[in-house]
């Protein structure tokens, strides 16, 4: 069963709007949510995170939100560029004596639009 | 990013033949982890290591094995490839708490 949902297998949004993605999560344990964003050809790159603590995260353009008592988590970003075109996983630390694994949803492909 | 290159990047081999995959970092990470892509499964971890000679399983971890014998080096090895193991593999390590960084990736296409 998967822990970790990206419900949402594609997006398409229009250059200067808002792309939003979402991740569900069934493990209340979770302590630390993290986005990878992949480009084809090459390996996932990291691209914010956000402690189970906290409810928001911003870095530039890229702002994660946190609803714990929802488990869901959701990515903005605000304005979209094409370059922002790629694969975006979500993915969750177990924490504990997890040795520091991740668990990934299966990712949304986002497609900006010029 | 942690400087990770990953050998070969493509490899197309057969049914029944060993295969081994290498990961390399420069950056004195202490976990290192495999991972496997496929369409509609994301990424799936297959085995980790938390030090040298320290592995563990991960999540599908069925057909391969694993080796750290340095800090910077980690082998993935499929003892007899299988069409299902035709993927793309990531190598990844880990220095903080948290994040990972990842490898370019190795396309391996099993016939």
């Known amino acids: 069963d998967q822990q970790v949902k990206q419900n949402s297998p594609s997006l398409s949004v229009q250059e200067g709007r808002i792309s939003i993605l979402n991740c569900d999560y069934t493990n209340s344990m979770f302590d630390y949510f993290l986005w990878y964003k992949k480009y084809p050809a090459e390996g996932p790159t990291f691209l914010i995170s956000i402690s189970s603590i906290k409810d928001k995260n911003e870095d530039g353009r890229f702002t994660v939100f946190l609803n714990k008592s929802a488990k869901h988590l959701s990515l903005h970003i605000v304005p979209s560029q094409p370059g922002d075109s790629a694969v975006y996983f979500c993915a969750a630390s177990p924490g504990g004596g997890s040795q520091g694994n991740l668990i990934f949803g299966k990712g949304t492909k986002l497609s900006v639009k010029p | 990013d942690a400087g990770i290159t990953q050998s070969p990047r493509h490899k197309v081999t057969e049914t029944g033949t060993p295969v081994t995959l290498r990961c390399h970092q420069t950056?004195?990470?202490?976990?290192m982890y495999w991972y496997r892509q496929d369409p509609g499964h994301g990424l799936r971890l297959i085995h980790y290591s938390y030090g040298v000679k320290d592995t563990d399983k991960g999540e599908v971890s069925d057909g391969y094995s694993v080796s750290r014998s340095k800090t910077e080096d980690f082998l993935l090895t499929l003892e007899s490839a299988t069409s299902s193991q035709t993927s793309v593999y990531f190598c990844?390590?880990?220095?903080?708490?948290?994040?990972?960084?990842f490898g370019p990736g190795t396309r391996l296409t099993v016939t």
């Open positions: 950056e004195n990470h202490r976990y």
């Open positions: 990844a390590t880990r220095g903080g708490v948290h994040e990972q960084y």
